[in-house]
């Protein structure tokens, strides 16, 4: 195996023999870094036999500072609009950076690993139909429907770009669980395209899967408050209230059958962390 730099912060290990290249994504948030351990493990425990597996530092500044982000979500940066901006500084500086070097990659798939302020019932997938098939092979629940809806994520914009990409959303930050899981969405993966062979099976489990079907913002940051503690993957009830502020009431519609995706804590909206309040989905 061979380590070639690619780039600031873009490593390829290469192997000289033909096969795909697929491309891990970590630190897109700063502080999600179950991505890149799991990477390192595996690389401990297995040679790369074909193609290459390259690695990505997303937002190089905001992991050193173990934050999400430097000045604002890098991971809402990638539109044509922002990446065309003049003298860009920060994030969005590395933003314009990857979105200039990361098509020259060739990368034939990509998978961008991130975890949650608070743990899960179910690690997740962010699935695009063009990325199916990779929803598909790795052991979390796929959801779909994000097509549009969070506007201007790294992954969107690499789909846009002819690349099939999946993010998954492993669990909580600095949890050894979200770290292993991060390790069998690796070891699922360069399984698969026979970029290793693995020492043993992978477990396989049924797993449900959701649609989601609206991201509520946050209108305002200063009142908003929510009923009670929320996680994702609870059940609501219809027209459940889930938070208020001064002047609205942020309710579920008058359905059966609605779940709760990645709500805000409290503190992340009042510190203007969160402008996204949750996203409500439906199983499918
Ligand atoms: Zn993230």
């Given at each position: 195996m061979k380590y070639v730099t690619r780039g600031q912060g873009i490593v390829e290990i290469k192997t000289g023999i033909k096969g795909p290249r697929i491309g891990f994504v970590c630190n897109v948030h700063g502080n999600e870094l179950c991505g890149r351990k799991a990477v390192h493990r595996v690389l401990k425990d297995y040679e790369i036999e074909r193609g290459s597996l390259l690695l990505i530092d997303g937002n190089q500044e905001a992991a050193l500072l173990d934050r999400r982000f430097v000045k604002s979500?890098?991971?809402?940066?990638?539109t044509d609009k922002q990446l065309a901006k003049a003298n860009a500084k920060d994030d969005l500086a590395r933003a314009q950076y990857l979105a200039s070097v990361m098509p020259g990659l060739k990368l034939d798939q990509i998978i961008d690993f991130h975890s949650t302020s608070s743990e899960m019932k179910h690690a997740f997938s962010v699935c695009f139909e063009e990325a199916q098939h990779l929803a598909d092979m790795v052991p979390v629940v796929p959801i779909s429907g994000f097509k549009g809806i969070v506007k201007g994520t790294l992954i969107e914009w690499m789909i846009g770009q002819g690349v099939p990409s999946l993010v998954v959303e492993?669990?909580?930050?600095?949890?050894t669980k979200a770290v292993n899981i991060a390790e069998q969405v690796v070891l699922s993966v360069l399984s698969h395209y026979e970029l290793i062979t693995l020492k043993e099976p992978l477990k396989q489990k049924k797993r449900p899967s959701f649609e989601v079907f609206e991201h509520v913002q946050v209108?305002?940051?200063?009142s908003f408050t929510l009923s009670r503690e929320y996680a994702s993957f609870d059940k609501l009830s219809p027209n459940e209230l889930i938070a208020h502020d001064d002047n609205h009431e942020y309710r579920v519609p008058d359905e059966k059958g609605i779940y709760i995706l990645m709500p805000a804590t409290q503190a992340n909206v009042r510190k203007g962390i969160s402008p996204g309040a949750y996203y409500l989905m439906r199983k499918v």
């Open positions: 979500d890098m991971n809402r940066m990638f492993t669990g909580e930050h600095y949890s209108r305002d940051a200063e």
